[in-house]
């Protein structure tokens, strides 16, 4: 069965610094690529980045272009996300998603998500 | 590309018929997906490719549509089928969601 866990949030200052991972199981990591999709309390969904899965193609959205890093260690099934730069509007819960390969039509599978604050 | 969402909100009865419309800025081809959302829980796949049924999912759920305008259909809605529901587009990056439909009880 397919699971992914999310760790990292918290509370952060503006301007702040914060990383989270993903942590994979169930499911051959290393042939998946990964997504982080983020939802500001009461607020719908934002996807926020991509990584294929050998690590050779990012993207990521255009209004955390530039501050958020997303990264992969499929030696250890894990996927991050360095948040550098951080806004009052970045507070959400950080989903980690994964897709159904190239071409990708889904999300196949959702962690719990993990709340990042950023608040003075 | 911006997916419009409508209506934002829809009240509803169980046993009724609901059709949820996503609207894309620009051609997509068929490469919508559709999730449904309850509170506290992560988003669960329903249909992609927009009209093909995942697995598990009651046939109730129907998609529709191609290029820019989609739709999402529940027939006889169930009273787990109260949720927010949203559309996707996975044909180009970034990769979009639609505003989502909160479909509550009437």
């Known amino acids: 069965q397919m699971r992914l866990v999310e760790s990292g949030g918290g509370v952060v200052q503006p301007g702040g610094s914060l990383r989270l991972s993903c942590s994979a199981s169930g499911f051959t990591f290393s042939s998946s690529g990964m997504h982080w999709v983020r939802q500001a309390p009461g607020k719908g969904l934002e996807w926020v980045a991509f990584i294929h899965f050998d690590g050779s193609k990012q993207y990521t959205a255009d209004s955390v272009q530039g501050r958020f890093i997303i990264s992969r260690d499929n030696s250890k099934n894990m996927l991050n996300l360095q948040m550098n730069s951080l806004r009052v509007e970045d507070t959400a819960l950080y989903y980690c998603?994964?897709?159904?390969?190239?071409?990708?039509?889904?999300?196949?599978?959702w962690g719990q998500g993990t709340l990042v604050t950023v608040s003075s | 590309i911006q997916l419009t969402q409508s209506p934002s909100f829809l009240s509803a009865s169980v046993g009724d018929r609901v059709t949820i419309t996503c609207r894309a800025s620009l051609g997509i081809s068929s490469y919508l997906a559709w999730y449904q959302q309850k509170p506290g829980k992560a988003p669960k796949l329903l249909i992609y490719?927009?009209?093909t049924l995942q697995s598990g999912v009651p046939s109730r759920f129907s998609g529709s549509g191609s290029g820019t305008e989609f739709t999402l259909t529940i027939n006889t809605l169930q009273p787990e089928d109260f949720a927010t529901y949203y559309c996707q587009q996975l044909n180009i990056y970034p990769l979009t969601f639609g505003g989502g439909t909160k479909v509550e009880i009437k």
């Open positions: 998603a994964k897709d159904n390969g190239s071409p990708i039509y889904y999300f196949d599978s």
């Open positions: 490719v927009a009209s």
